[in-house]
């Protein structure tokens, strides 16, 4: 079993910072990917960024410049530093990871349940 769970979400003004925390536990062998997408009412979830076990990264057009994703492989974390945001970076954001729990085992997508960030006009 593993869980990956979120935190640092929040109300923030337009220009405001956040910061988005993901820590994964439990069975894990490996992790290899791991990214943020988001939500916002009636819309489908979207790619926000990733960032591979190397460190190479990669954005949506529409954080790029203001969002910067990072990794801790030792303690099995990803975080989100938001700058500069916007009434539309507004949803619920979900971390992803791609884990592998035994060292012959296939690697599989895992969720966290999402923390909401709200950006004000």
């Known amino acids: 079993q593993v869980q990956l769970v979120e935190s640092g979400g929040g109300l923030v003004q337009a220009g405001g910072s956040l910061r988005l925390s993901c820590a994964a536990s439990?069975?894990?062998?490996?992790?290899?990917?791991m990214g943020w997408y988001r939500q916002a009412p009636g819309k489908q979830r979207e790619l926000v960024a990733d960032?591979?076990?190397?460190?190479?990264?990669n954005y949506a057009d529409s954080v790029k410049g203001r969002f910067t994703i990072s990794r801790d492989n030792a303690k099995n974390t990803v975080a989100l530093q938001m700058n500069s945001l916007k009434p539309e970076d507004t949803g619920v954001y979900y971390c992803?990871?791609?884990?592998?729990?035994?060292?012959?085992?296939?690697?599989?997508?895992?969720w966290g349940q999402g923390t909401q960030v709200t950006v004000s006009s």
């Open positions: 960032i591979t076990r190397g460190g190479s990264t």
């Open positions: 992803n990871a791609g884990v592998a729990t035994k060292w012959y085992t296939a690697l599989l997508d895992y």
């Open positions: 439990g069975n894990i062998f490996s992790i290899n990917g």
